[in-house]
């Protein structure tokens, strides 16, 4: 039996970090939503932040109103972004982790111990016919109480992963590799549909890919580094060709 296909989901939060530094109009995170789709992503992912970091609240609106894919909403377990997801009906709720502090996401949801707040919230959401994803840390107590929750999906944490090896720690590596390749299994044996992502490369997409359980990966920040010296467009397909390689590996 041949490996699903591997979805690609593409962030274009960081597009809105630029324009946000100069307070105007441009670069416009839309436009890069419609170029990503037309290069090849099968989505497209946007985190509104409690404090409007980067994406704004008429990007979401923009974004669910304008783009043909499915639109990922990445938001913090908060009354305010239930009332926006809500209100804007993506296709898909990914419920993160979130201090005002971090530069980024840095690490997964606490699903056990705020189990009861995320139960109500998932439920409320997948009643609006939206697909509800937790990201959690690739941790199999983690996946039980996903689980328990009656979390459809996860989407595993792999920044440990990617930074043990940018940082040259290939033994780190290759614990937290294992780490996700096992969760990746147990989920799907728990039928919860496996996500990923967080701080993945050409490389480490390829690799991931390799993994069956695995049917979806969202990327963003590299992807819009990348743009800078080769066009988002061609970092997307670039970006296509290392997954599919690296599916072809699972069968």
């Known amino acids: 039996m041949s ?9 274009i939060d960081h597009v809105a970090t630029v324009r946000n530094a100069r307070g105007g109009a441009v670069p416009d995170p839309v436009r890069a939503a419609l170029l990503a789709i037309e290069a ?13 970091r980067h994406i704004r609240d008429e990007d979401m609106a923009r974004l669910k109103r304008e783009i043909s894919r499915p639109l990922n909403f990445e938001m913090a377990a908060t009354d305010e972004m239930v009332a926006i997801a809500l209100h804007t009906r993506p296709h898909a709720s990914c419920l993160v982790p979130e201090k005002r502090s971090e530069r980024t996401t840095e690490g997964g949801l606490d699903v056990a111990g705020a189990h009861d707040r995320l139960k109500v919230i998932t439920t409320e959401l997948a009643r609006a016919g939206m697909r509800v994803s937790l990201f959690i840390e690739p941790s199999l107590d983690a996946l039980e109480a996903a689980k328990s929750i009656g979390a459809p999906v996860v989407e595993l944490h792999t920044g440990a992963w990617c930074d043990a090896l940018t940082h040259g720690q290939q033994e780190k590596a290759d614990h937290e590799f294992g780490r996700i390749r096992v969760a990746a299994a147990r989920a799907a044996e728990l039928g919860i549909e496996c996500h990923a992502g967080h701080g993945l490369d050409y490389a480490t997409a390829r690799k991931i890919a ?4 695995v049917v979806e990966l ?14 988002l467009g061609e970092a997307i397909r670039r970006m296509r060709a290392a997954m599919d390689e690296g599916r072809r590996v699972a069968g």
Do not use: K, M, W, Y
């Open 218 to 231: 969202n990327i963003g920040h590299f992807l819009i580094g990348e743009a800078i010296f080769v066009g």
């Open 40 to 52: 090849g992503a099968d989505g497209i992912t946007a985190h509104l932040r409690e404090d409007r």
């Open 3 to 11: 490996a699903p296909f591997l979805r690609l989901g593409v962030n």
């Open 210 to 213: 390799s993994l069956p359980q």
